[in-house]
């Protein structure tokens, strides 16, 4: 991929130097305010770490220390030799949440999970039954179809998959919901890439992410609500059943 070009305006322009108290929260601010204003697209590149810290006035070892804090919740990538790249849109208003998970085994890692993603999830198909608009969801149901083109040409869709859960999520009109699985997409991906080497893990699943879609439209939040639980059920029972 070619490395992205950098505006020509002084980083300076963006940022300003800070007082001394709570650097990192202010310098992860800061930076959360650099990237919407320059409006950087994950794969752009930020400032070299020089001109970070002549901007905001502090010591190399707090920049690093940011930037580190940043890749764990897996907005940014440090590249050696290359610089630190952004994987995905962060504002000012966005909250950060750092995760971890432990768990023994596979299994064990993809139910914890699991139960997070119900709370979450049930509650958001509700939001989005009651205040979906016209452009989300046309936004879901490209989304929905490219699930589905997905799933028929691969027996799994994976990453498409979890793109059209986003577009429930955003429908919500809560950005809550979406920051908060946002932080937990590296948890889902690690796990879910090809659980117990099974293309097509909870293909059964499948056919309930078009009813789910359908009472969205419709504006049912109970069916909204058990469509969400049944792809859920299906994926813990399989979970289930493949643990040793």
Known sequence: MTEP???????SDDLAALPP??????IMDALARYIQARNLQPGDRLPPERELTAALKVGRSSIREVVSQLSALGIVEARIGSGTYLLRQIS?????MPLSLSADGLAEALLMTLEVRRGIEIEASIAAARRRTPEDMARMQEALEEMERTHHREGGSGKADFAF???VYDAAHNPLFRQLLEQMRDIF???WDRPFDRPD????SFPYHRTLFNAICAGDTAA??????????VV???????RP
Not at 5 to 11: F, K, M, T
Not at 92 to 96: D, H, N, P, R
Not at 201 to 204: K, L, M, Q
């Open 92 to 96: 000012a208003e966005t909250i950060y």
């Open 189 to 191: 991906e690690r796990f």
């Open 236 to 242: 813990e029972e399989d979970i289930r059943n493949m």
């Open 5 to 11: 070009v950098l505006s020509p305006d002084p980083v």
């Open 21 to 26: 108290l709570g650097r990192s929260r202010q």
């Open 201 to 204: 893990f909870a293909a059964r």
């Open 224 to 233: 909204a609500a058990e469509e969400t639980r049944k792809i859920l059920d």
């Open 165 to 167: 859960h986003m577009t």
